[in-house]
């Protein structure tokens, strides 16, 4: 099986299904800041509330959502990948050994599933692995928010104790950040955000991952 052609196939439909996806979000976003029909006639309102802002944070909100569930399918591409892998080399476990392994995460986990057939340290792996990590971390966020009454969803305080500066963070946390020291933290916890460039940085950092795998698995798996 050539697996890294599927997962380059996910990666590249994930591509194509955030930009197609949050596309008429953004659009009447656009058309509600230019003035544009159909909100070009705001209704009357006896407050100062600026027109159609419901709808433009309700399509900001969207945006933010599909930036998340788009990362947690890139998250679940890549521990199909390893996972993938694993069954090709038919590698085997001593009972109990598998979920110690796992117990701080997959990339860890497939990292020492995979140190038996790799001839050269991860250190060398061009990939920014730290950002991997967090792809998984914030797919966690996503999958298992805390509140019901908001689609807010943040960083876990452990996360932020290992990640001080997350990736996946909005520009309004950065710039909260850079105000003040950051060796006080936060005083809010971060949200999970994921920008359009954020998501594509953390693509390619998967894609970058799994091609240097790919060139060292495939000799082993067919023993050259």
């Not at 996910?10 to 955030?18: A, C, E, G, H, P």
């Not at 990939?127 to 876990?156: C, F, K, S, Y």
């Not at 091609?211 to 698995?217: A, C, D, H, M, S």
Request: proline fraction near 6%.
């Amino acid at each position: 099986m050539d697996v890294f052609y599927f997962f380059k196939e996910r990666t590249r439909f994930l591509r194509y299904f955030y930009d197609s996806a949050a596309a008429p979000f953004r659009e009447t976003m656009r058309k509600i800041d230019a003035e544009e029909a159909p909100f070009d006639s705001p209704p009357y309102r006896e407050y100062g509330e600026p027109p159609y802002l419901d709808e433009w944070f309700e399509a900001s909100e969207a945006v933010e959502v599909l930036g998340r569930s788009c990362l947690s399918m890139l998250s679940a591409s890549l521990n199909l990948y390893f996972r993938t892998w694993e069954q090709e080399l038919s590698i085997r476990w001593e009972a109990g050994e598998r979920e110690h392994a796992f117990r701080n995460g997959y990339l860890n986990g497939y990292r020492i599933c995979f140190n038996a057939v790799l001839d050269q340290s991860w250190e060398d792996c061009p990939a920014d692995l730290a950002l991997v990590e967090q792809i998984a971390l914030a797919r966690n966020r996503d999958q298992h928010p805390d509140e019901i009454m908001i689609m807010l969803v943040t960083h876990a305080c452990a996360d932020i104790d290992k990640y001080p500066l997350p990736f996946f963070m909005s520009e309004f946390d950065q710039r909260r950040l850079d105000e003040r020291d950051l060796e006080h933290g936060f005083l809010m916890d971060p949200s999970v955000d994921v920008s359009p460039e954020q998501l594509d940085l953390a693509i390619t950092e998967a894609e970058r991952l799994a091609f240097w795998l790919e060139e060292r698995l495939l000799p082993f798996r067919y023993g050259q």
